[in-house]
T-cell receptor, first 116, second 111 residues
Framework: GAVVSQHPSRVICKSGTSVKIECRSL??????MFWYRQFPKQSLMLMAT?????????EQGVEKDKFLINHASLTLSTLTVTSAHPEDSSFYIC????????????FGQGTRLTVV | GDSVTQMEGPVTLSEEAFLTINCTYT??????LFWYVQYPGEGLQLLLK?????DKGSNKGFEATYRKETTSFHLEKGSVQVSDSAVYFC??????????FGDGTTLTVKP
């Protein structure tokens, strides 16, 4: 149980286009999901907290107009990288927590975005 | 805020050597502690976890004990293999599900 699926696993896009990444909790409901970014050879940094039915909460320094987050259902959150540029190339990972359980989150497989 | 401090790498060992990767944390409340492993080009895989003080997490020969008195969660393995070569992340989850990661330790095991 507690599986989180992230799609796509890899994507290459042209500079200036937008890319949508999906994060789904397959066998549980997740009122809260999280989006992380990992630069090469670095750790994971929290970008934003996605709350079902409400606006996402962004960490300091993360541009909310560039990284659009939508959490329209209890099992799906999406991250859209708008007007992507090469510096947005990175590994993006989502996690989801089971409602009512605060100290464990389950991670997706990650999405490697390359902007050319 | 919460933080995780992880032993700096890279770590290079010979096959069958003993492994220790140190991890200490600071957190408010009572976090759960995790070790994740990441192979090149792949996502995170949960290696082991401990949810309360004195719990020992174990998996595939790796072990770590949640030490509240020293705020530590050191990763150990008695005999490493070449296939254990990867990046290891210590992490805690608290504060309504947010995870905080250490910087990662790259382990290379040579035959």
């Amino acid at each position: 149980g507690a599986v989180v699926s992230q799609h796509p696993s890899r994507v290459i896009c042209k500079s200036g286009t937008s890319v949508k990444i999906e994060c789904r909790s397959l066998d549980f409901q997740a009122t809260t999901m999280f989006w992380y970014r990992q630069f090469p050879k670095q750790s994971l940094m929290l970008m934003a907290t996605s709350n079902e039915g409400s606006k996402a909460t962004y960490e300091q320094g993360v541009e909310k107009d560039k990284f659009l987050i939508n959490h329209a259902s209890l099992t799906l959150s999406t991250l859209t990288v708008t007007s992507a540029h090469p510096e947005d190339s990175s590994f993006y990972i989502c996690s989801a927590k089971i409602s009512g359980v605060n100290t464990e989150a389950f991670f997706g497989q990650g999405t490697r975005l390359t902007v050319v | 805020g919460d933080s995780v401090t992880q032993m700096e790498g890279p770590v290079t060992l010979s096959e069958e050597a003993f492994l220790t990767i140190n991890c200490t944390y600071t957190a408010t409340g009572y976090p759960s502690l995790f070790w994740y492993v990441q192979y090149p080009g792949e996502g995170l895989q949960l290696l082991l976890k401990a949810t309360k003080a004195d719990d020992k997490g174990s998996n595939k020969g790796f072990e770590a004990t949640y030490r509240k008195e020293t705020t530590s969660f050191h990763l150990e393995k008695g005999s490493v293999q070449v296939s254990d070569s990867a990046v290891y992340f210590c992490a805690l989850t608290a504060n309504a599900g947010k995870s905080t990661f250490g910087d990662g330790t790259t382990l290379t095991v040579k035959p």
